[in-house]
C-alpha cells in the first residue's frame, strides 16, 4: 500500500511539473517570440559551398579547390531516404514545428525527470544548425537562450528544405567529413544521390556522437544504431514493411577512398589558374575560392605528373649546403600556346606562394642568343656557314670572354651556337647593330628596359631578367614557323550556373620566317647532338635547344648563378631553370649549364612524351654541315699539298735550268778539244 501511495505521488509531482512547465512554455512563447525578432542570423547564407573545379585539356576533372572545409550538395540531389532517416532520428517533429518542439522539450523533461536525470535531448534540427553554425561551443544558459531565438528565426526566414539542405551540409558526420557530400565519398566512396536506404540510415545514426559511432572503428554500435534509423524510420511511416526487411538486411559496404582524389592535386598548376584569372579575367581570389567556378584549362595530365616526378627526384638536382636548391620548369604547346605542365618549385608548396616557372626574375645567359643575335643576323642576310671572329677583343670597355678561354680565331655561325661561344655572339651583335637585336629581343616577348640597350644583351645581361614561362614561350617561334602564340592556362570559366564568364582569344604574332626558324632549328640541333646540350638529348627523338648560365656576381666567387636550358620538339617547348631563390657567398651552383638543367629537361620531356610518336623537323641537321666542312678542310689541304709539291718542282726544274746553262757556258769556254 506504502508503495502505490509513493507511486502516485511521484506520478502527481510529474504531472504538476508538467502542467506548470507548459503554461510557463506559453507563457514564455509570446516573450521568445518578440526577442527573436531583434535575433542576429545574417551570418547564416544558405549558400552550397562549392569547389572550384579544375578540368584538364581532354575536359576531364583534374583538380579542386575550395576555401570551405566541407563541399555542398543541392537538397534536390538527397535522395529521400536520406531526408527521412535525419529527420526520423533527429527530429521527426520537424516539419510540424518552428524551430523550437515545445511537445519534444516536454516529453524530454518528463523522461528526464521519471530517469532522475538528463537522459533525453529536445535539439530540434534548427537548432542544431543554430549551434553549428551562429554559435560558441559554451554550454552557458545565455548561449541555450540565444540558440531558441535564433532557431525561431531561422524557421521564419527559410523554408523546411532550405533549413535542411544547409544541415545535411555542414554537420559533422566523424572521419573528417563534414557536410554529407563528403560524408558519403569517405564511408561509401560514392555520390549522395546513389546512397541507398540502409547506407542512409547508417550516415543520420552517426551525428548523434561522430567518434563514438564512426562505422571504421565501432561498426557494431554503428550498426545497431542504424538498425534503429530504420525502426524509426518503419514506424513514422516513412518505410514500408518490405523496404524496412530489405534495408535491415542489406549489407553495408564500407569503401574509404581517401576523400576526394582530385582535392589540391597539380598544386603549382592551379596557382597559375588562379594568376591568370585575377589577372587577365580580374577575378577576385574569393570568388575563385567560393563561387563554384568550373575552370577549363591546358594542363595534360600525363605531362604534368611526368613533371612534379622529375621534380621530387632530387637526385637529378645539385646538393644544396643548408638549403634546397631550386628550380621551376613549364611545357608549352608552341602552336596552341597551351601550357600542358608546370612545377614553380621543389619541396613544400604554398597556396599561391612564389612560383618559380612563371614570376622568376633572372639573367638568361646564353638562351637568349638565339633571340637576340643570331635571329637577326639570319634576317640580315648572314649564313649560318660565315665565319664569326672568336679572339680574345673589347668593345669599348666591355670585354666578354668565353666561359672556357680558349678561343679558335674564326668559327662558322653553326660552331659559335653549338658551343656557345661568347665573344662571337657580341662580336655579331655588334656587326648587325644593337638596335637589331633589340628589335628581334622585343618581338621574341622578352622584356626590355632602357639599360638593356648594349652589347651585353648578346649574353643575356638583363637589368630584370624573365621566367621559364617568358623563354618557353620566346622559343615556340622555332617550332611553330616564325609565329609567337601567346602562352596560357585557362581556356573558359563557366559559373555555378553554367554561364561561360570567361573565354580565352588567340593572340598570335608573326616574329620572323619559316626560312629563318628552319636555320636556328638546324643549328640548335646540333647544340644538343654535338655541343653544350649533349645532356638533353633523347634516344630515338630530335631536341633542338640552347644551355645558359650566369656567373656569380661576386668579386672572389667562381661559380654559377643561374642554370638554363630551354629546348623543343616539333610538339613541345620546355624551359628549365635551377639556382638558390638567393645566391650569396656560401649559396651558388658549382655545375656548368650542360649539367643539371639540361638533365632535368631530359627527364621531364621523356616523360611526357611518352607514348606520343616522334616527328622530325625536316631540316638539315649540323651533321652536313659538319661534313661538308671537313671535306673543305680536306680539299683545301689536298690543294695546298699540290700547290707546295708543284711550287717544289717548279723551284728545282729551274734551279736544273739555270744549274744546266751555267756547265753549258763552262763547257763552251773550255773548247772543243778540252779532255776529262
Known amino acids: 500500500m506504502k508503495k502505490v501511495v509513493n507511486n502516485w505521488k511521484r506520478w502527481h509531482m510529474n504531472q504538476v511539473v508538467v502542467l506548470s512547465f507548459s503554461l510557463f512554455v506559453l507563457g514564455f512563447l509570446g516573450i521568445l517570440y518578440a526577442y527573436s525578432m531583434d535575433a542576429d542570423i545574417s551570418s547564416l547564407k544558405n549558400e552550397l559551398p562549392q569547389a572550384t573545379v579544375f578540368y584538364d585539356i581532354h575536359s576531364e576533372v583534374a583538380s579542386k579547390v575550395s576555401a570551405n572545409k566541407n563541399e555542398g550538395v543541392s537538397i534536390s540531389h538527397v535522395p529521400e531516404s536520406m531526408k527521412n532517416a535525419v529527420i526520423a532520428i533527429e527530429d521527426h517533429r520537424f516539419y510540424q514545428h518552428h524551430g523550437i518542439d515545445f511537445i519534444g522539450i516536454t516529453r524530454a523533461l518528463i523522461r528526464d525527470i521519471q530517469a532522475m536525470g538528463m537522459v533525453e535531448g529536445g535539439s530540434t534540427i534548427t537548432q542544431q544548425l543554430t549551434k553549428n553554425t ?12 540565444d540558440e531558441v531565438f535564433l532557431a525561431m528565426k531561422i524557421e521564419r526566414q527559410y523554408s523546411k528544405q532550405e533549413i535542411l539542405q544547409m544541415y545535411l551540409n555542414q554537420i559533422y558526420f566523424g572521419d573528417g567529413a563534414w557536410g554529407i557530400k563528403q560524408a558519403t565519398r569517405n564511408y561509401f566512396g560514392k555520390e549522395v544521390k546513389d546512397l541507398s536506404i540502409g547506407e542512409s540510415a547508417l550516415l543520420a545514426g552517426i551525428i548523434k556522437a561522430p567518434s563514438a559511432l564512426n562505422p571504421y572503428h565501432h561498426l557494431e554500435k554503428a550498426t545497431q544504431r542504424k538498425n534503429l534509423v530504420l525502426a524509426q524510420m518503419k514506424m513514422q511511416g516513412f518505410l514500408t514493411t518490405q523496404e524496412y526487411e530489405h534495408a535491415i538486411n542489406e549489407k553495408i559496404v564500407l569503401n574509404n577512398k581517401g576523400g576526394d582524389p582530385f582535392r589540391g592535386k597539380y598544386p603549382h598548376y592551379v596557382d597559375q589558374v588562379f594568376e591568370e584569372a585575377i589577372e587577365e579575367y580580374h577575378l577576385s581570389q574569393d570568388e575563385l575560392l567560393t563561387n563554384g567556378y568550373q575552370i577549363y584549362t591546358e594542363l595534360d595530365p600525363t605531362m604534368q605528373h611526368a613533371m612534379e616526378k622529375t621534380f621530387q627526384n632530387d637526385a637529378l638536382f645539385p646538393k644544396g649546403s643548408d638549403q634546397i636548391v631550386q628550380s621551376g620548369g613549364i611545357l608549352v604547346d608552341p602552336q596552341t600556346g597551351g601550357i600542358r605542365a608546370i612545377v614553380g618549385g621543389r619541396g613544400e608548396h604554398t597556396f599561391r606562394g612564389y612560383n618559380r616557372a612563371t614570376g622568376l626574375k633572372a639573367q638568361p645567359g646564353s638562351t637568349i642568343k638565339p633571340l637576340a643575335v643570331f635571329t637577326p643576323a639570319l634576317e640580315a642576310g648572314w649564313e649560318i656557314t660565315d665565319m664569326l671572329m672568336d679572339e680574345p677583343m673589347s668593345f669599348g670597355e666591355y670585354e666578354p670572354s668565353n666561359y672556357n678561354h680558349e678561343y679558335a680565331g674564326q668559327v662558322p655561325m653553326y660552331e ?28 621574341f616577348g622578352i622584356p626590355l628596359v632602357k639599360g638593356d640597350r648594349n652589347l651585353s644583351l648578346a649574353l643575356g645581361g638583363l637589368e630584370h631578367g624573365v621566367s621559364p614561362l617568358i623563354m618557353a614561350e620566346a ?21 555555378a550556373d553554367g554561364n561561360t564568364v570567361a573565354e580565352w582569344k588567340e593572340k598570335k604574332d608573326r616574329v620572323t620566317t619559316k626560312e629563318v626558324t628552319d636555320q636556328m632549328t638546324t643549328m640548335l640541333l646540333g647544340v644538343v647532338e654535338h655541343g653544350s646540350g649533349k645532356s638533353a638529348q633523347i634516344a630515338g627523338r630530335e631536341i633542338a635547344g640552347k644551355t645558359g648560365s650566369t656567373q656569380v656576381p661576386i668579386e672572389g666567387v667562381t661559380g654559377v648563378k643561374d642554370q638554363w636550358f630551354v629546348g623543343y620538339t616539333p610538339q613541345l617547348v620546355g624551359a628549365v631553370w635551377v639556382g638558390y631563390d638567393k645566391t650569396d657567398e656560401k ?26 610518336p616522334a616527328i622530325s623537323f625536316n631540316v638539315q641537321h649540323i651533321d652536313t654541315l659538319m661534313e ?42 773550255l773548247g772543243p778539244n778540252f779532255k776529262y
Open 416 to 443: 659559335a651556337m653549338k658551343e656557345s661561344k661568347n665573344v662571337s655572339s657580341v662580336w655579331l651583335l655588334n656587326e648587325i647593330g644593337i638596335e637589331n637585336g633589340i628589335d628581334s629581343t622585343k618581338r
Open 587 to 612: 649559396h651558388y651552383l658549382k655545375t656548368t649549364s650542360s649539367a643539371g638543367a639540361a638533365i632535368v629537361f631530359r627527364e621531364v620531356m621523356k616523360d611526357a612524351l611518352k607514348g606520343i
Open 134 to 145: 551562429l554559435l560558441t561551443s559554451q554550454k552557458t544558459l545565455k548561449r541555450k537562450i
Open 475 to 495: 622559343y615556340s617561334v622555332f617550332p611553330n614557323n616564325g609565329v609567337r602564340t601567346k602562352a596560357h592556362v585557362i581556356r573558359k570559366i563557366v559559373d
Open 628 to 669: 661538308k666542312r671537313l671535306e673543305e678542310k680536306e680539299e683545301l689541304n689536298r690543294k695546298s699539298l699540290e700547290e707546295y709539291f708543284n711550287d717544289g718542282a717548279s723551284r728545282w726544274e729551274e734551279k736544273w735550268r739555270k744549274q744546266k746553262e751555267k756547265w753549258e757556258k763552262r763547257w763552251k769556254k
